[in-house]
Structure formats: structure tokens, C-alpha cells
């Protein structure tokens, strides 16, 4: 007979007697219940939120970077219509004595010659260049070396016989000036390009980019020259244009002056060499300016204006190149070099007979040998270079 003990227990259903008691929502949503409860649903929601952030971040980079993109477009074709103007503006027989540039750029050492000329209302012709200088890159060693060419110095200038080197555009325009010039320096620095720029329009350039900032070493007070006062009497009283010791904002009329002086009354040793090292100056701050992330929000406003007051072999892929070179280059690397000599008197003219050690210093700009300052006893005209910030 089978047993009692059954595997399995019988459980007697049915509920205590009495109304059926209702647990109120509020308990239900504390034990987790079905979720009915509204706060329930809003607890959920910004985890939804959450989730589409990723989303949201994703598309606003993407309109960011569609944004730069077509920023860019606009100022390089603002830019590449200023330059088509400028290389038209330059003689085409200038660009049969340039060395051909090996390679990009970007990758290869390049030699600009820089010539400014100073062709502005109530002056004539024929013009000579008021500074010259020599640009030299060097990508692979992140490095570029100025060189000023002191305009007196005296030199062999092509079919024309020796003259100072500043002459040599007054005979022939750029054409002849890069023929002299590349004579100076030998094959060792081949020139590859050439900027042609009028300083009385610089300052257009210098006040579309909204002002330089510039170094002056020591106290100036100019020799009086473009009087700034419409009256004589006002003129007469004038001292001269005055720059204090520090770092200073200069407009483009500022900038200019600066550049141009060439006698400080406040320091007698101050000379035609000094003069160079303020162009230089000048220079170096426009091109910090234009390689600034400021001057490229601007560019398809000002991008023609940049390249307005000059004249050049340079397109605007190879400006581009520049900049990216410059701005790729640390301020340590800059070598900042000069050419000079002893001063003499030529028939009432003051020259420079240039120096032996001249050879040297172009050594130095093409990296052969490391930069020297000129050497002791070479007077304040000496060759020589030295590094980092003028």
C-alpha cells in the first residue's frame, strides 16, 4: 500500500477575511514597483539626456570644423586675388635671374631678397631701395636667418660699375637689384624669390592687422624729417619723433617712422646699421602678424590688403608655405645677421667698403658655421650675427 507522505505539499489558498487592502503608490515606487508613478518616468529621463549628448557634441565639431574649413576657402581666395596683383606688378624680366626654388617650400631652404623702396607723395624718381634684406628658411632645421644689407655699402653693381648697393634699383628696378645683390653674396645663398615693397603703402598693411607690437631698445629721439604739423611755426618748434624704451603698440604711420629714422639724438653711435636692425624689427612683427591666429579669423577681409604695397615671384601657396615655415620656427632660431665694413668718405659721400669677413657672415645665414657677433675692434659697422630676439 503506497505511503501517506506525499513528495509534494498542498497549500490551502484564499486571504484573511476582511476589505482587500491597498498599498499606496508611494510604497509601490519605494520597493520598486511597476513604475507607474510620474516620478518614476521623470527619474528616467535624463539618463536619455545623457545619452544624446554624445550626439549633440558630435555635431556641433563637425559644424566647427565645416565652419574653419570654409573660412579658409574665403581667405585664401582673398588672398590669391591679391597675389595674382602683385606678381603682374613685378617685372617679368625679374624672374629670369632668380635661382629656381628646389621643392616645396615647406621642405626645402628658400632665399627671399626683400627690397623696400620709399615711392611716396612728393617724392621723385628714379628711386633707390631704403633697406634690403635677405630672408632665408631652413624647414628641416627650424630655422631662418635675416640678413640687412646696409645700403651704403659699396659694391659691383652688373654693367654699371661700383656704386652702392641701394643704386642698383635706381638703374635697373628689381631686375638689376637681384642681379647685385646675388653677385654680393655668391652661389652659396642663390636667390629664389623677391618681395618689392613700397614703405609709403606699408602702413596700410600694418594698420590692417590691427597694429604691430615692437621692442625699442633705448630712447629715441629722431632727426626731423616728415614733419607730422600742417604749419611751418608748428614745424620749426618740432624736436623730432620720440619712442620710449619698452615694448610698444605702433599704428602703421608709427611703424613707419620707426623704420625710417636714421639719426637718434639721444645716442650719437647710432648709424645707416642700427637703421637695419629697426627694419628688421618691423618686418619680424608684421610677420607675426600675419601668422597670428587673430590675422586668419580677418583673412577673407584682409587678405588682399596684405599683399597690396608689394610686388613679388610668390604665389599664394608659397606665401602660405612661408607662414607655416615662420610659424613652425621658434623665436631662438631666428639669426639676425648684418653685412658692414669701415665707413670712408667718397667725394663728399659717406660709404661702407665692405668687410672680409663678410664671407663669413653669409656662412653663417646658410648654416655652415654658427653665428659669431661682429668681432671685437670692427668698429660700429662690423659684420657679424647674433640669436633669438632683436
Known sequence: MASKDKPYRVYRGGRAKGPIRQEPPRE???RGGDGDDPRSRAAKKPRRHRRRWPKILLVLVLVAVLLVVVWAILGYLALRSGVA???DRLDSRTKRVLAPQDGSILSNPSTILVLGTDEGPGREGPF???AMMIVRTDPDEHRIALLAIPRDLRVDIPNRGVDKVNAAYAFGGSTLAVATVQNLVGDGLPINHVVV?????FRGVIDALGGVTINVEKRILSNRFDCPFATKARCDRWKGYRFARGEREMS?????VYARIRQNQLDPSDNDITRGARQQQVLQAVADEITSFGTFLRLPFVGDDLVEPIATDLSANQLIQLGWVKSRTPESETIRCRLGGTIADLNGQSIILGSEENRSVIA???????????????????PGCRVGRG
Open 197 to 201: 615693397m613700397n614703405f609709403a603703402d
Open 128 to 130: 633707390r631701395t631704403d
Open 85 to 87: 596683383e602683385a606678381n
Open 28 to 30: 509601490r515606487w519605494r
Open 364 to 382: 653663417m645665414v646658410t648654416g655652415e658655421s654658427a653665428p659669431q657677433p661682429p668681432p671685437p675692434g670692427s668698429g660700429q659697422f662690423g
Open 252 to 256: 602703421g604711420r608709427r611703424a613707419l
